[in-house]
């Protein structure tokens, strides 16, 4: 088994009166796509900052693509790419020249055929030599994302990559994304699109108040913990529900509406529908929603802060 690109072992980051990061240990294959979730404050933002060499940790360990940046911590650099949240480049060059720039920076040699691809590929052709404060807020984001993968790194952290893009751009971008895994490229991605980590991630890791809650493969997570949500409108009020999985489920209190929530170890959803139909009652609509990620991360969160709650009371 090929080694990690990036491992973490039991970081953790201290400012007065608030630890960001708190004993936090990943470790990250190559090659794949992992989305670092949480909400607003969680960690995620001074965890990259940290694998990146941009934050510095109070204690703990890490390595990136083999090296300890302890030891090293300028070397793995020219093999990372980073797409921070903020706009970090000056507002006179265009953005051709912006990215040749930044080849510089990694001390690769001039490529116009690598940014001519990367123009091309997010949509920036057409304004390729208009000076970058003339472009809108979604096209600096883009060019943020062309300036992180110019260099052709081999771990690259895309921080809310998206966020202002609209959505056809977005799509666009799931596609280069995956492109860059079928190169071998390792992508960590945090986003509050959580559609996007849907469609793109392998594994998933949930943080919040800086502590790792769960690191699991994406379809093994929403098995666990997903829930499909059935819902029927009846034509004409029910009494009661019928004997059998459907009792799991709740009526409105107008008997008109039924919902049901299938999980892991509960009945499953067509088998109470079919239920409710051998019942004779009078179904009229019916809509099923399948398993989402953000039930999955809603679930984690009521159940940590549930947890430390009780925690509290004791």
């Not at 190169?183 to 469609?199: D, I, N, R, S």
């Not at 793109?200 to 690191?215: E, T």
Request: net charge neutral; charged share 25%; glycine share 10%.
């Amino acid at each position: 088994m090929a080694a990690p690109v990036l491992v973490l072992e039991q970081v953790v980051k201290q400012y007065p009166g608030l630890r960001a990061l708190d004993g936090v240990s990943l470790a990250i294959a190559p090659g794949e796509i992992f989305a670092l979730l949480g909400p607003n404050g969680a960690g995620k933002t001074t965890l990259i900052g940290a694998a990146c060499g941009l934050v510095r940790k109070t204690s703990g360990r890490v390595s990136v693509l083999g090296v300890d940046l302890d030891v090293d911590p300028v070397r793995p650099r020219y093999d990372v790419g980073l797409v921070p949240q903020e706009i970090n480049f000056d507002p006179f060059f265009t953005a051709r020249e912006t990215l040749e720039i930044q080849l510089g920076y990694f001390g690769r040699s001039k490529d116009a055929a690598r940014v001519d691809e990367l123009l091309a590929a997010l949509s920036l052709s057409a304004k390729a030599d208009v000076p970058t404060r003339a472009l809108s807020g979604g096209m600096k984001r883009r060019l943020l994302i062309a300036k992180a993968l110019v260099h052709r790194p081999r771990l690259v952290f895309l921080d809310e990559p998206t966020a202002g893009v609209d959505v056809e751009l977005r799509r666009d971008l799931w596609g280069y994304v995956r492109r860059l895994r079928a190169q071998g490229t390792t992508v960590v991605l945090t986003t509050h699109y959580l559609e996007e980590a849907e469609e793109l991630a392998d594994r998933v890791g949930i943080i919040d108040h800086g502590r790792l809650l769960v690191v699991e493969e994406k379809g093994a997570l929403m098995q666990r913990l997903g829930e499909r949500h059935l819902e029927v409108k009846f034509r004409e009020p029910v009494a009661a529900l019928p004997a059998g999985p459907a009792t799991a489920g709740t009526l409105s209190a107008d008997g008109r509406g039924f919902s049901f929530h299938e999980r892991r170890g509960t009945a499953q959803a067509a088998e109470v529908l079919a239920g409710l139909f051998a019942a004779g009652l009078p179904v009229g609509d019916v809509t099923m929603a399948p398993a989402s990620l953000e039930d999955v991360l809603l679930r984690v969160l009521a159940s940590e802060r549930e947890a430390q709650a009780a925690g509290g009371a004791r």
